[in-house]
């Protein structure tokens, strides 16, 4: 596949790489989010999420180990039980499925998630500990699935912490722990023994590391409102785009 993949295209897919990894770094989330539908327009999405899981598992690394006193464990440990049954059956409806209807959910997930951040659908309301099941089962799941397991998690501890550098750690740990999961059920899947997946991201991890260092630097002064607007409009012309490929393929 990667033979006959043009110029024009690994420079859209380094740009997409490049834009995503600014905006984990920022924020600490939102990578897989932004990359795979964009990616998905352009490549194979059983090559894509792959990919993904190694970049996004190697800067959950990067960001955690930078901020590692500011984890909140108590939080994580609480999702991670039902994110592993979640990353169980994701891994293995990415196996059977076909592409089309995979695109097509993905795309209504995008502009679910897109329309949340552009609103501005928050609240300020902490929620119970009891919505840590529903938050990790959805997010193990799509995240296996399509490489963007955030949102849910996301969306259960931005109601939890309310300090966004503790938020940060906190995210990146847990999306470390859960890409350990992943990955190994990923090659147990087969889905991390092709060659072309190894080779696209470490041609992809330089870019990735550059990406990740601009994102800290603007993180330390950031209002969060901009950049979930920001987001938010980027993945609603993903969402679009990805259900014009899906009715297309």
Same mark, same amino acid.
């Given at each position: 596949? +990667?033979?006959?993949?043009? =110029? ?19 924020? @600490?989330?939102?990578? @897989? ?26 800067? $959950? ?10 984890? +909140?464990?108590?939080? *994580? ?23 089309? =209807?995979?695109? *097509?959910? +993905? ?7 897109? #329309?949340?951040?552009? #609103? ?24 296996? #699935? ?25 995210? $990146? ?58 987001? @938010? ?13 899906? #009715? +297309?393929?």
């Amino acid at each position: 596949m +990667l033979e006959s993949v043009s =110029p024009v295209l690994i420079a859209a897919a380094a740009s997409v790489v490049l834009v995503a990894y600014v905006i984990r770094g920022i924020t @600490g989330f939102g990578s @897989g989010l932004i990359a795979v539908p964009l990616l998905a327009l352009l490549l194979p999405l059983k090559f894509v999420v792959p990919l993904i899981l190694l970049l996004d598992f190697t800067a $959950s690394v990067v960001i955690g180990g930078f901020t590692f006193q500011r984890v +909140l464990w108590s939080e *994580i440990g609480v999702l991670i039980p039902f994110g592993v049954v979640g990353v169980v059956l994701g891994t293995s409806l990415l196996v059977s499925l076909p592409q089309q =209807p995979m695109l *097509i959910v +993905l795309a209504i997930f995008i502009f679910i998630f897109a #329309l949340r951040s552009l #609103l501005g659908l928050r609240g300020d309301k902490p929620v119970s500990r009891a919505w840590a099941v529903p938050a990790s089962l959805t997010g193990g799941t799509v995240g296996a #699935l399509f490489g963007t397991g955030g949102p849910p998690y996301v969306i259960y501890l931005t109601h939890r912490i309310s300090d966004k550098s503790a938020l940060r750690a906190t995210l $990146s740990a847990l999306f470390f722990t859960e890409g350990v999961t992943r990955i190994v059920t990923f090659v147990i899947a087969g889905l991390l023994l092709s060659s072309q997946v190894w080779m696209a991201y470490l041609a992809a991890l330089p870019l990735m590391l550059g990406a990740l260092y601009l994102g800290g630097r603007v993180h330390v002064g950031l209002s969060p409102t901009g950049m979930t607007r920001l987001v @938010g409009g980027l993945l609603l012309v993903s969402s679009f785009s990805l259900l014009y490929k899906a #009715l +297309l393929s």
